[in-house]
C-alpha cells in the first residue's frame, strides 16, 4: 500500500471537510464526500482540480446529516440519516427525487446492484437492510435484529461487489456479513476482540478487483484486509494525523484502478491509497 499525498483533502488549501463519513468515485472522476456535520456533499474534479457541493433540496431545505451515497447510471443518491430519506441528484447536483421517509427510521447506509436493479438501505435503527429498486420503490426487508445469519445489530455501512454480493458491516455484532442473491445465502467473519481478524467498531466495507475485503474500524484506528473467504491478510493504519494514519475512519471506497478511498472523519480529510502488485519472481513466486 503506498499513500498518495497529492489527494489528501480537508488540509489548509481546502480545508472545507468537518466530519466525511463516506466516499465514492463516480464518472469522469468525480469524487463525491458525504459530510454530515457540514451538511454537504462534496464534489471533487480530480481530472481538473474542481471544486463544488451539493446541499439543496425542495425550497428552501437543505441537507442535514448525509451519511452515505453511491452512483447509480451516473447520478448520485445520497442517505441522510436526520431527514430519514434518500435523495437522488443528477449529474449537475440538481434534485430529482426522494423515497424512504415512509420506512426508514435511522439510514446509514447505501449499496447499489446493477444486474439485479436492487438498492440496498441499512436501517439502524430498525436492524434491517431495506431493498429498494432504483426508482425507489420498496422490494422486499432483508433481516430483523439477532446474532443468527441474515440477522443484525446496527448495520451501518454496505457494498455491492461485482458479482452481486451484499457486504455488510454488521457493527454491533462486530462482524462483517456477506449476502449472495443467487442462492439468499448468508455468511459472516469476525468477531469481537482485539487481535487482528476481530472487530471493536467495524465500519466501511469495500472490495477490490482480486476479491480483497476492506474494512476500517474506527476504534482499532485502522483498515484491515481479508481474503474472500475472511482470513485476514494484512493490516494498515494507527491512530494519529500523518499520511497513513487515522482518526475515526469511516466509509471506504475502491476504485476500478484499486485506489482506496478513505473517510478519515475526525482527520476532516480523505485519504487515497494504491495497492502495488508485486511481479513474481523466476520461480512463479
Known amino acids: ?10 488540509r489548509n488549501r481546502i480545508g472545507v471537510l468537518r466530519g466525511p463519513s463516506a466516499v465514492a468515485l463516480g464518472p469522469h472522476q468525480k469524487l463525491y464526500v458525504a459530510d454530515g456535520p457540514g451538511r454537504v456533499v462534496h464534489v471533487f474534479g480530480l481530472a481538473n482540480r474542481t471544486y463544488d457541493q451539493i446541499s439543496s433540496l425542495r425550497a ?6 448525509p451519511v452515505a451515497l453511491t452512483i447509480v447510471d451516473e447520478w448520485l443518491y445520497v442517505v441522510d440519516s436526520v431527514l ?10 440538481k434534485l430529482r427525487d426522494s423515497f424512504g421517509s415512509d420506512q ?27 431493498v429498494f429498486d432504483k426508482g425507489g420503490k420498496s422490494i422486499e426487508t432483508l433481516g430483523r435484529r ?5 440477522q443484525f445489530n446496527f448495520p451501518t455501512h454496505l457494498w ?3 458479482g452481486g454480493k451484499l457486504y455488510v458491516s454488521d457493527t454491533l455484532n462486530y462482524r462483517v456479513q456477506i449476502f449472495s442473491p443467487e442462492d439468499n445465502s448468508w455468511e459472516a467473519f469476525g468477531g469481537h476482540g482485539d487481535r487482528p481478524g476481530y ?6 466495507i469495500a472490495t477490490d478487483s482480486f476479491g480483497h475485503i476492506y474494512v476500517t474500524d474506527r476504534q482499532f484506528e485502522n483498515i484491515q484486509i481479508f481474503d474472500a473467504k475472511g482470513k485476514v491478510l494484512l493490516a494498515i493504519g ?48
Open 1 to 10: 500500500m503506498q499513500g498518495l499525498g497529492e489527494l489528501i483533502f480537508g
Open 60 to 65: 428552501d431545505k437543505t441537507l442535514m446529516m
Open 84 to 93: 430519514h430519506e434518500v435523495f437522488i441528484f443528477d449529474s449537475k447536483g
Open 104 to 130: 426508514l427510521v435511522r439510514p446509514c447506509g447505501i449499496a447499489y446492484c446493477p444486474g439485479r436493479d436492487r438498492l440496498y438501505v441499512s436501517d439502524a435503527a430498525r436492524h434491517v437492510i431495506q
Open 146 to 150: 439477532g446474532v443468527e445469519p441474515g
Open 160 to 162: 455491492v461487489d461485482g
Open 199 to 204: 472487530f471493536a467498531h467495524p465500519a466501511g
Open 238 to 285: 494507527r491512530e494519529g494525523g500523518d499520511v497513513g494514519e487515522f482518526w475515526l475512519p469511516a466509509g471506504v471506497f475502491v476504485d476500478s484502478q484499486n485506489k482506496i478511498y478513505v473517510a478519515d472523519s475526525f482527520n476532516k480529510r480523505v485519504q487515497v491509497f494504491e495497492l502495488l502488485e508485486v511481479p513474481e519472481d523466476e520461480d512463479g513466486l
